[in-house]
């Protein structure tokens, strides 16, 4: 007789484990509190206006080939991808800079910009392709269960490859001296969760994910792999029962037996929970199965939230491309408005996506689909008055660098801050990233897939190993899978 698992949650890394387990020949059934499957990466939908409300970066296409392959299928089964070019648009005070696609454009692009700078571009991510494939293989794939994982012969001889005792910053700096330059590579750990002055240089495999892997959309929306990974599990067997809000978890004799909520679920042999990690923690368990204390929980270092403004424009925005990025303020003032002295950013950069530029299906003919995100500190108490300032703020810089006034064309919107972060996804102060991935909060050092007190119950998600973002989150469900398989083997009871 196969094991009954349950799965609380189906964001991409519940859908992850469901998919393994699955596979692995358990009878799956995932408890989603919304009327959808998708978790942070939902779509919905405004009179012609189709909006991806959470990710809408597509990068490292590997992680995504390599997860299909697990189970005998390609990408390219459910859905269309295009590689993006130019990549995306980064607006500096002085203006815009497109920054290509195309590899050796983008050599030329950094020498016109400093003299030298073009070899220099070469040896770092000669370096960041080095740190992306011990990375991905040695690294993001291991549970963070014990510092045995990484006695590993290859990984040890590179460790100082990996510049992981160095930060990026200092790093970067070893090569460029432009500022707009430096920006550039910074910008891929800004949602990291610290200052690029704490964040390992092992990151600059971001930089490797970016410029060399290639900014890619599938055609049809983010939400799309969603439904690709929806369409595999139901392939595989899983079940789903939607509005189904768990609000409990019970435990007797050291096994939970049993979730309370709006579906009820009892009788199962493992519970996956893919609910924001301190949620599942304190709050759906009683405090003794708990794996951490709340002083544990209050001294983590959080990746940002964000404020998210989804806009609907009744006209064309010829300045912007799919992806743009104003760096147009002082770069390091909102970082430590951000992580080192918490406060609402007095001059803010953001991101705007506009897939409109992109996919004629998002938005209704001779109109456009725009998601405004400013990163911000965790924990913030927001209210209406301090979205419009900055929506006021956003709309009015948008305008000034594409020399397009169109407040008064703007249809629809729809605000997102901390707060609906939290009553939406029971994130923890309102993150929008998971934890912060500083050396400390790294690998077997993050809060782990296996609870201590409760034999049979797992986590996943982007608060656990491996981290932030849509492929750490594919990974740490085949992380957290592979700990439930072993524990219903026997390996670990």
Known sequence: MSKKITVIGSGFSGLSAACYLAKGGCEVTVLEKHDRVGGRARQFEHNGFVFDMGPSWYWMPDVFEKFFADFGKKVSDYYELERLSPSYRVFYKDGPLDIPSDINELYAMFESIEKGSAEKLKQFLKEAAYKYEVGMQDLVYKPGISLTEFLDLRFLKGVFKLDVFTSISSHIRKSFTNPKLIQLLEFPVLFLGALPQNTPALYSLMN??????????????????????????????????????????????????????????????????????????????????????????????????????????????????????????????????????????????????????????????????????????????????????????????????????????????????????????????????????????????????????????????????????????????????????????????
């Open 208 to 493: 490797y994910a970016d410029m060399i892997g290639g900014t890619w959309y599938p055609k049809g929306g983010m939400v799309k792999i969603v439904e690709a990974m929806h369409s595999l599990a139901l392939e595989l067997g899983v079940k789903f029962e939607l509005k189904a809000n768990v609000s409990k978890i019970t435990v007797s004799g050291k096994k939970a037996t049993g979730v309370t909520g709006e579906v009820p679920m009892l009788n199962f042999d493992a519970l996956v929970s893919s609910a924001d990690y301190r949620f599942t923690d304190k709050v759906l368990l009683d405090t003794i199965y708990s794996n951490y204390s709340v002083h544990y929980w209050e001294k983590r270092k959080l990746a940002p939230s964000s404020l998210i403004f989804y806009v609907g424009v009744n006209k064309k925005l010829s300045g912007l491309l799919h992806h743009n990025l104003f760096f147009d303020e002082d770069f390091d003032q909102h970082a430590r408005e951000i992580y080192t002295s918490p406060q609402w950013p007095s001059k803010p950069l953001f991101y705007v996506s506009c897939p409109s530029q992109t996919d004629k299906n998002v938005a209704p003919e001779g109109q456009e689909n725009l998601f405004i995100l400013i990163p911000i500190a965790p924990g913030l108490k927001d209210d209406q008055l301090t979205n419009d300032h900055y929506f006021d703020v956003v709309i009015k810089r948008i305008e000034t660098y594409t020399g397009i006034a169109f407040k008064n064309d703007v249809v629809y919107r729809r605000d997102f801050a901390g707060s609906n972060f939290i009553s939406e996804y029971n994130s923890f102060k309102g993150n929008a990233y998971g934890l912060a991935n500083t050396l400390s909060q790294t690998a077997i050092l993050k809060p782990k897939l296996k609870n201590k007190h409760v034999k049979n119950l797992f986590y996943t998600g982007q608060l656990t190993v491996p981290g932030p973002g849509v492929p750490p989150s594919l990974i740490s469900g085949k992380l957290a899978a592979q700990q439930v398989i072993k524990y219903l083997s026997g390996v670990h009871k």
